[in-house]
């Protein structure tokens, strides 16, 4: 984050200024801002970090509520669930696929097991870098974490969501999983809407096909599929499902009376994430056929960038297109 980012700016202030950057600012980035934000106006907040340079700025200015643990997710995350007896809420920070899958015992036990204030936030979720290998890819959180008593999941669609979760997330008092990505991506949003935790947001009015998606590069494949199916004649919706857990069980049954089909598309495995809970809600309800886009149930062993690996994977529009099509044959 730059200086010219960070510089001193009110929780109000960085709500702006990311509404009018929204689609140049990293997600990342934004969470940043408003984390510095919410501790300067909240003495008792604190920021953990596992050598991530973008909290930088929150180390320099308010070193008293930052502590870097280096390279160690373990033990970050106990030590955060220990800070919660003096400080609330405290931010653990890390990359997603180490955050999570390293961690994960503590977090199972510590943090939602004892229904604490920690805030997991992890960066570089998905396929966001695919280029370093499987080792980094990050394609099992969102459905590690919904298991997880208490445990809230968050997906922001893009910088705007990301920055309005932030505050979300900080003012909800227990523990939460806040997932990032890597770069900047275009906004889902021409209008400035509120943002609450477990409610959808609907982007395109429910039709025949309902597209239900939850991050950024998802949420832009849904978006224009449901665009390129519209000028076809087919009806088709758009719901942006940014709060994975609790699940906005209203807005998916809403969906599912209207729709013969509904489409996921997520940025993770096609099993446990988003697709696997849409899939709960409508078989109890009785609704309409499911597909899920998402990463094969295979070891994805690819090494490239984002976008090449999400096409690979079948999670792009066309794919997205298809799927509702052959249903509604």
């Known amino acids: 984050m730059s200086t010219a980012l960070a510089a001193r700016r009110s929780v109000a202030e960085v709500l702006d200024h990311v509404w009018r950057n929204r689609s140049a600012i990293q997600s990342r980035d934004a969470y940043a ?53 003096a400080a609330g809420p405290v931010f653990a920070n890390g990359m997603s696929p180490f955050v999570i899958a390293r961690a994960y015992e503590q977090i199972k036990i510590d943090v939602a097991g004892a229904n604490l204030p920690v805030k997991i936030v992890g960066t570089h979720a998905g396929l966001a870098s ?44 227990g523990p939460a999983y806040l997932r990032l990505g890597r770069l900047a991506t275009p906004t889902l949003y021409d209008e400035r809407t509120d943002f609450v935790l477990g409610k959808a947001r ?33 009806s088709a919706g758009h719901l942006n499902m940014h709060t994975v857990k609790p699940l906005d069980r209203e807005a998916v049954l ?64 066309a794919n997205a297109i298809n799927q509702a099509l052959d249903v509604l044959a």
Do not use: K
């Not at 596992?50 to 308010?62: G, K, N, P, Q, R």
């Not at 445990?151 to 900080?170: C, F, I, K």
């Open 202 to 234: 609907v982007l395109r009015e429910p039709g025949r096909v309902v597209f239900l998606a939850t991050g950024p590069y998802p949420n832009l494949v849904a978006a224009e599929a449901a665009r390129a199916l519209a000028s076809r004649g087919v």
């Open 254 to 317: 809403e969906a599912s009376a209207r729709a013969e089909v509904l489409v996921t598309v997520e940025d993770h495995r096609a099993v446990g994430g988003l697709g696997g809970a849409v899939c709960e809600v409508v078989a109890e309800a009785g609704g309409p056929p499911v597909r899920r886009i998402g990463v094969p149930d295979v070891h994805y062993d690819l090494v490239g960038g984002e976008q090449y690996l999400l096409d690979r994977a079948g999670i792009n529009t």
């Open 33 to 85: 801002m408003m984390l510095l934000a919410l501790g300067r106006e909240n003495p008792r907040l604190a920021c953990l970090a596992t050598d991530m340079d973008y909290e930088d700025h929150f180390a320099a200015e308010l070193p008293r509520q930052y502590v870097d643990l280096g390279i160690a997710e373990q033990n970050m995350i106990g030590v955060a669930a220990g800070m919660t007896v």
């Open 130 to 173: 695919g280029h370093y290998g499987p080792t980094h890819h990050s394609l099992e959180d969102i459905g590690a974490t919904r298991m997880l008593p208490n445990m809230t999941v968050v997906v922001p669609g893009d910088a705007w969501e990301a920055v309005q979760a932030t505050v979300a997330v900080a003012n909800d008092p």
